[in-house]
């Protein structure tokens, strides 16, 4: 069975400062896992992916984050917070369907 | 690029009703999924569709039903409402068989069900 958490269900940050929200997975199959982002009254919307390949993935909104296998662990990340990046972000791990993490609200204070 | 269209945006309903939520896929995507988003909660995976046929079946109560049509847009009903269902409901369409890894889902705007 699949499964995510996501460690921290709030994570306020200042504008400019770095961002990390955390996520880990659990997972007897291949790994497929994403991060999406959700703002108020909208959609999902995909961040980024990790299928295969290079375990550094870049997504949009200058967010990255880095698949480490040894510690079943798929962090987001930004070097600096802006005030447009609040909102609701949801790490996930797919086989075939989304199983999402419950999510955490970023928050970012000027 | 054409996007994944969900039809109503918004739906008021009381209980005991029926509601019928409806879902466009991006053209030449044949596989459709089903979530709900309860209020502060993640979304939950529902029930999918790959050409024509369900393909896996998640916490969809038995007062709930879904197919896909010949032209691949999919449809949810509900039936018996409870104040419970009140939540936001996403489709997403895929291009390819389930388990495939590579194939993306596209989520559309959701559809916000509110049952009073």
């Known amino acids: 069975a699949q499964s995510v958490t996501q460690l921290d269900s709030q994570v306020p940050v200042f504008e400019e400062a770095p961002v990390e929200l955390r996520c880990n997975y659990s997972?007897?199959?291949?790994?497929?896992l994403f991060w999406y982002v959700q703002y108020p009254n909208q959609g999902l919307q995909l961040l980024l992916k990790y299928l295969s390949g290079s375990t550094l993935v870049k997504g949009i909104n200058g967010f990255e984050a880095e698949f480490k296998k040894s510690e079943t662990s798929f962090h987001l990340t930004k070097p600096s917070a802006h005030m447009s990046d609040a909102a609701e972000y949801f790490c996930?791990?797919?086989?075939?369907?989304?199983?999402f993490g419950q999510g955490t609200e970023l928050s970012v204070k000027p | 690029a054409a996007g994944v269209i969900q039809s109503p945006r918004h739906l008021i309903k009381e209980k005991r009703e029926t509601a019928t939520l409806k879902c466009y896929p991006i053209?030449?995507?044949?596989?459709v999924y089903w979530y709900q988003q309860g209020p502060g909660q993640d979304p939950q995976f529902l029930i999918s569709?790959?050409?024509?046929?369900?393909?896996d079946k998640g916490s969809i109560p038995d007062r709930f039903s879904a197919q896909q049509f010949s032209d691949y847009h999919s449809e949810l009903n509900m039936s018996s409402l409870e104040l419970g269902d009140s939540a936001l409901y996403f489709c997403a369409s895929a291009d390819g068989g389930i388990g495939v890894g590579d194939n993306e889902q596209f989520f559309g705007p959701g559809t916000r069900l509110t049952v009073l």
């Open positions: 569709f790959y050409e024509k046929m369900q393909s």
């Open positions: 996930a791990v797919r086989g075939g369907k989304l199983i």
């Open positions: 997972s007897s199959v291949s790994v497929y």
């Open positions: 053209p030449r995507h044949d596989t």
